[in-house]
């Protein structure tokens, strides 16, 4: 009997080991490693900008700016030219099932409207040679008067403390997130803005050097899909504060800018994950 019970112990306890499933690779995180590549379109609020040297020291105010989209190019993902358009890299590692810690850069670029009048304070020398057309308290911001880019580009070098759930069974219960994977993301990130500025102001010749000019801060939610395990696409909606005391603007180091303003960006991002 004892015998006989032991074989039948024996033989459910073997069943119980073959109908059990491997546990899948996307169950867990920790010890991960992931990288993606992407583009963004951003938008920025108004914005004071204060402009200081020897002989001037003025500010115009509620500039309003836009990005400079590119829209799908073969740049890109051409190797000679990725960084021309507005584009995000990030690379991190998860601590935990859940959180991770990244490292990149946000590519943007902002590009100030020309041609509108705006109201100002301050001096400058030859006022009214520009094509400016000062009144008391208001200019045309005319190329000739001064022409204002962080064009390659608004870059924001940040760091971002992430956390990851995945959400896969709100849509199927049955889903095999080794094919397919839902996951959501939030974060928090901080880090320093290092722009090249095209700055042509009061006819004086431009800086054409990449500068750290301030720092940024951001919060950031996101949807991710993972598939076959080791790849994903990622949209992300990233809104955050940028100042900048110290932008050059001219071969003078007497000469810099000053602002700051709030952006909003969108991101679409694919990359891959894979165990260290």
């Known amino acids: 009997m004892v015998v006989l019970s032991f074989c039948v112990f024996s033989q459910y ?9 491997p546990e899948k690779y996307t169950a867990h995180n920790k010890g991960k490693f992931y990288i993606f590549w992407g583009g963004n379109r951003a938008n920025y609020t108004k914005s004071d900008i204060r402009f200081v040297g020897k002989d001037y020291d003025f500010t115009i105010y509620d500039v309003e700016a836009h990005d400079k989209p590119k829209g799908w190019h ?33 590519h943007m670029k902002y590009v100030m409207y020309n041609d509108r009048r705006v109201h100002y ?17 208001e200019l045309t911001l005319d190329e000739d008067f001064l022409l204002f880019e962080h064009t390659d ?18 849509f199927s219960k049955t889903l095999n997130t080794d094919k397919l994977q839902i996951n959501l993301t939030e974060g928090l990130g901080g880090g320093f803005i290092y722009p090249k500025t095209n700055t042509t ?6 800086y054409d050097q990449f500068h750290v000019a301030g720092f ?25 504060y940028i100042e900048m005391n110290d932008i050059r603007t001219t071969q003078s180091k007497d000469d810099h ?14 990359g891959g994950i894979f165990r260290i």
């Open 13 to 21: 306890t073997f069943s119980q080991e073959i109908v059990e499933a």
């Open 74 to 106: 073969i740049d890109y993902i051409n190797p000679s030219r990725m960084t021309i358009p507005q584009t995000n890299f990030r690379m991190g590692y998860f601590i935990s099932d859940h959180y991770n810690i990244s490292i990149g850069f946000d």
């Open 121 to 137: 304070s301050g001096y400058y020398p030859n006022a009214g040679s520009y094509n400016e057309n000062p009144t008391a308290d």
């Open 153 to 170: 580009g608004l870059n924001y070098v940040n760091t971002e403390f992430s956390r990851v759930d995945d959400i896969s069974k709100l």
């Open 201 to 206: 102001l009061l006819d004086k010749e431009r």
């Open 216 to 240: 940024g801060l951001s919060a950031k939610a996101g949807l991710n899909l993972t598939f076959l395990k080791y790849f994903f696409i990622q949209a992300e909606l990233k809104g955050g």
């Open 257 to 270: 800018a000053e602002q700051h303003f709030w952006f909003l960006q969108r991101t679409i991002a694919f």
